[in-house]
């Protein structure tokens, strides 16, 4: 059975995806951007996963994702870290944000979906595979000249930043 990749993991090259990693347990603490391989043990207030291709799947109990750990801060549902150990976890996010929940809004009240990390996904040379390994290399302004940049922030999600952005 192949595992469902998260929206999450979109930059890693789709021919990249089940050919270039193996599965290993290394025995370090997970970081931020970190790939890593987890089995769905119960689900909770995320049932669905959202794929590199712009669709959600479906999830069930046994289910096999490439989720990616992470912080998550969203007030209408979890506030997670990075957990300290590759121990069972939860998904935060149905974008495929693997964490630790530390709260969650009473909308969330079923609590996170249960997660266990089967193992990182190990590049070539051994070491884990993270997000910043398939990071966009920087673009070079032509002659010098940027182009005007509009900056959007907010508070936290939930707090209009997209809403801001699709009206301009």
């Known amino acids: 059975q192949s595992a469902i990749w998260s929206v999450a ?52 109990p046994g289910d096999e994702i490439v989720a990616v750990y992470g912080y998550c801060s969203t ?27 530390i709260s969650w809004h009473a909308r969330a009240a079923c609590g996170p979906t249960l997660i266990t990390p089967m193992g990182y996904l190990l590049r070539a040379d051994g070491e884990r595979a993270n997000l910043a390994d398939f990071a966009l290399e920087p673009l070079a302004a032509p002659d010098g000249v940027l182009p005007p940049a509009i900056a959007i922030a907010g508070t936290s999600p939930d707090s209009g930043t997209t809403t801001t952005a699709a009206f301009l």
Not at 16 to 24: A, D, N, S
Not at 80 to 100: D, E, F
């Open 75 to 101: 007030p209408s549902q979890f506030e997670a870290v990075v957990p300290k150990t590759i121990g069972p976890c939860q998904l935060v996010s149905a974008s495929g944000i693997a964490g630790k929940a």
């Open 9 to 60: 993991s979109r930059r890693v090259p789709r021919e990249q995806r089940e050919q270039r990693f193996t599965i290993g347990h290394v025995a370090m603490a997970p970081r931020a951007g970190d790939l890593v391989l987890a089995r769905l043990d119960a689900i909770g207030f995320h049932g669905d996963l959202q794929t590199p291709s712009g669709r959600t799947r479906k999830l069930l």
